[in-house]
């Protein structure tokens, strides 16, 4: 297999056009060759670590990347030249994506044009916030939240980076986060099954409810 590269060239002085040239994508891969067992036993932990950043670095830079092409894919109605109605479909048949990745990286491509600056974060950071971002009743808050929502994507770990996004959004959305409380709360159910000597107990309940309970 073959991976292709464009480059631009100027011609007739002020026209930029593309060579495309293939590359063997063997080639182009062995610098990710991963090294073997005996390698890695004699590595420091802070080598090891280091590998393991420098790789996580490269697909962090692929994933933003991809997300760009998809949103500038869309942006110049390109999908439409094959006959897909929509980007999310270009993705799934150029790239054999399943229908949630393909929505994944429509909704990264749209983060990264708002939000440039969140080029080459994680890859789950990323479509964390783009994910909240793509929730059309915070919109009006996405711009001046950009340094706080991506800059803490990299000193936060990512159970504490969700819980923020999640406090931002409810925030941001009050609406939305009552209207999920009133639902789990509408929604409350409990169960209560006696086995033998045993009961058993299987109950969902809204957030203050389930906090009542862990308390008893």
């Known amino acids: 297999p073959s991976m292709i590269v464009a480059r631009p060239q100027v011609r007739g002085g002020t026209r930029t056009v593309f060579s495309v040239t293939p590359l063997c994508f063997t080639t182009y891969m062995s610098s990710l060759l ?14 090891l ?31 439409q030249r094959d006959g897909h109605r929509g980007v999310r479909a270009w993705g799934m048949a150029a790239c054999n994506w399943s229908l949630p990745e393909a929505a994944r990286f429509v909704k990264a491509g749209h983060l990264l044009t708002r939000y440039p600056t969140a080029h080459g974060m994680g890859v789950a950071q990323l479509h964390a916030l783009a994910a909240v971002a793509a929730n059309p009743r915070v919109a009006p808050h996405l711009d001046e939240a950009e340094t706080l929502l991506v800059g803490q994507a990299a000193l936060l770990d990512f159970q504490d980076y969700s819980l923020l996004l999640r406090n931002w959004e409810a925030a941001a959305d009050p609406d939305g986060a009552h209207a999920d409380h009133e639902r789990a709360h509408r929604e409350r159910e409990a169960t209560l099954a006696h086995v033998g000597a045993t009961s058993y107990l299987n109950a969902h309940a809204g957030a203050v409810a389930g906090a009542q309970m862990r308390e008893i």
């Open 49 to 79: 670590e280091a590998l393991a950043r420098e790789l996580d670095g490269l697909r962090r830079e692929v994933e933003s990347a991809l997300a760009t092409l998809v949103a500038r894919v869309e942006e110049a109605g390109l999908h």
């Open 34 to 47: 991963i090294p073997d067992t005996d390698t890695l036993r004699a590595m420091t932990p802070a080598e």
